[in-house]
Nanobody, 123 residues
Framework: QVQLVESVGGLVQAGDSLRLSCAASGLTFSSYSMGWFRQAPGSDREFVGAIRSGGNRNYADSVKGRFTISRDNAKNTVYLQMNSLKPEDTAVYYC?????????????????WGQGTQVTVSS
């Protein structure tokens, strides 16, 4: 079966950097668009960014210029490099995979989800 496994997040200070990874198995990884979402307590799940199978990327305005998504198809892994972290970036971060994605910002278009990993940014 398909599995998406995120790396452990952590507690960091404002201004720090952190890289999350998401290892996929059970699917033809290179054919899937991969997205990152996050959810803070009391909030809806929020789009962070995505990378399509062809490599095109897009980001939420709130993270543009600070976060970078990349993928290594040989390792079936997608990464989220987070720089200049802010307290408002605190959330559970999820990776997701979708084969036919029209709008990468729409979580309902993704078929598979990881279990989520907590990222906490202290001020």
């Amino acid at each position: 079966q398909v599995q998406l496994v995120e790396s452990v997040g952590g507690l960091v200070q404002a201004g720090d950097s952190l890289r999350l990874s998401c290892a996929a198995s059970g699917l033809t990884f290179s054919s899937y668009s991969m997205g990152w979402f996050r959810q803070a307590p009391g909030s809806d799940r929020e789009f962070v960014g995505a990378i399509r199978s062809g490599g095109n990327r897009n980001y939420a305005d709130s993270v543009k210029g600070r976060f970078t998504i990349s993928r290594d198809n040989a390792k079936n892994t997608v990464y989220l490099q987070m720089n200049s972290l802010k307290p408002e970036d605190t959330a559970v971060y999820y990776c997701a995979a979708g084969y036919t994605i029209v709008a990468t910002i729409n979580p309902f278009e993704y078929e598979y989800w990881g279990q989520g990993t907590q990222v906490t940014v202290s001020s």
